[in-house]
């Protein structure tokens, strides 16, 4: 192994049906990047944390049933990942932390870090939502978000959002990559938006300086996209420029997309802002797996 596949696949399980479909997109996604898969588990309750008091253990009898429910979670991860990747190499570890925490001190040592869309409990989709934002936002690698199973296509495309960022070029290195280890097509994917009045965007159609615009981010999204041709030319390289909102158009390209990939950090980031607000409607919204690539 290089000294890169020697960083595994980390996903994160906590026994709900969402974490063995992350941990099956997980398996497979290690496969293909030729690297192994660690599967880990959150034990929160390991120790039980009181303000201003020294921390309090958790009775040895509840302890021990939670350890053998974590042991179960983790036998049935592996196995749905095994299922998934004949042949892979996957390991299993318990790690004592809250899950943001333990995933975050994992993605420092991964190629990739996975979650699922919901887990357990009745808030599910709201705990799981934070914990996948809370990733994104804070993971030293690159993130995925596993929103739902689905069968994917052999010919639907990668798609990514290319918003002319420094941070643009870690997107397009992750998405060029993706799309030449699935053999599939890449959507380069490009929104710009006029904001004002609606007397004023009519006016802006009227003169024809809608149509200006849009051919001029054309070129520009030619240009940019010139060299990466040149690094990957077995990959098919479709172009798409859209009047709109990022989030809207990227939505509405990843109905059909095997994986859509977008950054921490985009053109209108506030400062101090740790995930973009196109990056964090993706997360919550996008029908297919999701990659915050960092």
């Known amino acids: 192994m290089t000294a890169a596949q020697e960083k595994p696949?980390?996903?994160g399980i906590d026994g709900s049906s969402a974490a063995l479909d992350a941990?099956?997109?997980?398996?497979?996604?290690a496969n293909r990047r030729g690297t192994w898969?660690?599967?880990v588990f959150a034990d929160v309750l390991a120790q039980t944390y009181l303000p201003e008091l020294p921390t309090t253990p958790v009775p040895e009898t509840y302890a021990k049933a939670m350890a053998r429910q974590a042991e179960q979670w983790l036998h049935r991860a592996k196995g749905e990942a095994t299922a998934a990747a004949?042949?892979?190499?996957?390991?299993?570890?318990?790690?004592?932390?809250?899950?943001?925490?333990v995933l975050v001190a994992e993605s420092q040592h991964a190629q990739l870090a996975v979650v699922g869309r919901s887990g357990l409990g009745s808030f599910a989709e709201l705990l799981v939502g934070s914990v996948a934002i809370g990733l994104c936002a804070h993971g030293h690698c690159s993130v995925a978000v596993v929103r739902r199973p689905r069968v994917e296509a052999p010919d639907a495309p990668v798609v990514v959002g290319v918003d002319g960022t420094p941070a643009g070029e870690i997107m397009l290195t992750t998405a060029f990559e993706e799309a030449a280890m699935r053999g599939a097509a890449l959507e380069a994917v490009h929104a710009w938006h006029a904001v004002g009045t609606?007397?004023?965007?009519y006016s802006f159609h009227a003169e024809g300086r809608a149509a200006a615009v849009q051919q001029e981010e054309e070129r520009i999204l030619a240009e940019h996209l010139a060299s990466w041709h040149e690094k990957y030319p077995q990959v098919e390289v479709r172009r798409i420029v859209a009047n709109g909102k990022p989030a809207r158009v990227l939505l509405e390209h990843a109905q059909h997309a095997q994986v859509v990939i977008v950054g921490a950090r985009g053109r209108g980031a506030f400062t101090g802002l740790v995930l973009g607000s196109t990056s964090q409607q993706l997360v919550h919204h996008a029908p297919c797996p999701l990659i915050v690539a960092r």
């Open 198 to 201: 609606e007397q004023a965007w």
């Open 37 to 39: 898969l660690r599967v």
């Open 86 to 101: 004949p042949g892979l190499e996957v390991r299993t570890f318990v790690v004592a932390g809250g899950a943001i925490p």
């Open 23 to 29: 941990a099956r997109w997980a398996a497979a996604e």
């Open 9 to 11: 696949v980390v996903v």
